[in-house]
C-alpha cells in the first residue's frame, strides 16, 4: 500500500488502541499515541517528568487550572498551550515523513485535516463492551473512570480544534467494536482506503 496516514479517535475503552497496533504490524510502520508526549516534553525542555506530562496530557486549559491559584493556574495554561502546539508540530513533521503513520488521539485528525493522504476514523463502543474489557484491560477501573477519562479527552479536543469530538462529518468512518472483533476492524479500515483510492483513480481516468 502506498504511504498513508491514518488518524484514530475514539471511545475510551472501546479497543481504539489495539486497533492501531494492528493496524501498525499489517503496515510495518509506526503509530504515535503518549510518544507525541515524550518528544515534545523533550523538545521544549521544560523539566516535567515525562510519566507527569503524559498524566496531563489531556488536560484542558481551564481543567489544568483546576484549584491552584492564580498564578499557577495561568502557568500550567501556559504550559499546557505550550505542549499542544509542540505535539502538532511533530505530527504535522512526522506526516512529511516517506513513511506511512498512524496517529491514536492528540486531535491529529483536525492538524492533518487538510491533506489528501489522511484518512480518519472513530471507534466506539457500546457500554456493555466497554464495562467488560474494564475487567480484561483495565483492571481497577469501572464505566464511570473510562467515563470521567473520554470527558477529559473531549473536552481537550474540543477547546483545542472548536470543532465537536465524536462529530461524524469529522472522519472518513466511524466503527461500532461492540460486536465485531478488533481485526476485523482494523481490515474494514484498510479495506475502507483501498476502495476509496481505487474510486479516486476512476474519476481521475474518467471512468
Known amino acids: 500500500m502506498e504511504k498513508t496516514l491514518i488518524t484514530i479517535s475514539r471511545q475510551f475503552g472501546s479497543g481504539g488502541r489495539e486497533i492501531a497496533e494492528i493496524l501498525t504490524k499489517k503496515l510495518h510502520c509506526h503509530h504515535y499515541n503518549s510518544k507525541l508526549v515524550e518528544m515534545a516534553?523533550?523538545?521544549?525542555?521544560?523539566?516535567?517528568?515525562?510519566?507527569?506530562?503524559?498524566?496531563?496530557?489531556?488536560?484542558?486549559?481551564?481543567?489544568?487550572?483546576?484549584?491552584?491559584?492564580?498564578?499557577?493556574?495561568?502557568?500550567?495554561?501556559?504550559?499546557?498551550?505550550?505542549?499542544?502546539?509542540?505535539?502538532?508540530?511533530?505530527?504535522?513533521?512526522?506526516?512529511?515523513?516517506?513513511?506511512?503513520?498512524?496517529f491514536l488521539g492528540r486531535c491529529a485528525d483536525y492538524?492533518?485535516?487538510?491533506?489528501k493522504d489522511v484518512f480518519s476514523f472513530f471507534i466506539y463502543a457500546d457500554d456493555d463492551f466497554r464495562s467488560a474489557r474494564c475487567k480484561t484491560k483495565y483492571q481497577g477501573m469501572t464505566l464511570r473512570d473510562l467515563n470521567r477519562e473520554e470527558n477529559r479527552r473531549k473536552?481537550?479536543?474540543?477547546?483545542?480544534?472548536?470543532?465537536?469530538?465524536?462529530?461524524?462529518?469529522?472522519y472518513d468512518?466511524?466503527?461500532?467494536?461492540?460486536?465485531?472483533?478488533?481485526?476485523?476492524a482494523a481490515d474494514t479500515i484498510l479495506a475502507y482506503i483501498e476502495y476509496k483510492r481505487a474510486a479516486a483513480a476512476r474519476v481521475v481516468c474518467g471512468e
Request: no cysteine; net charge negative; proline share 4%.
Open 173 to 184: 468512518l466511524m466503527i461500532n467494536t461492540s460486536s465485531i472483533p478488533l481485526s476485523v
Open 41 to 102: 516534553a523533550q523538545n521544549l525542555h521544560n523539566g516535567i517528568h515525562i510519566e507527569e506530562a503524559i498524566a496531563r496530557s489531556y488536560h484542558a486549559p481551564e481543567e489544568a487550572q483546576g484549584n491552584l491559584d492564580k498564578y499557577e493556574g495561568r502557568e500550567r495554561i501556559v504550559e499546557n498551550n505550550r505542549m499542544y502546539i509542540e505535539q502538532a508540530k511533530i505530527i504535522l513533521n512526522l506526516a512529511e515523513r516517506p513513511e506511512s503513520a498512524i
Open 111 to 115: 492538524i492533518l485535516r487538510n491533506r
Open 155 to 170: 473536552q481537550y479536543y474540543e477547546f483545542y480544534t472548536g470543532q465537536i469530538w465524536g462529530e461524524p462529518t469529522n
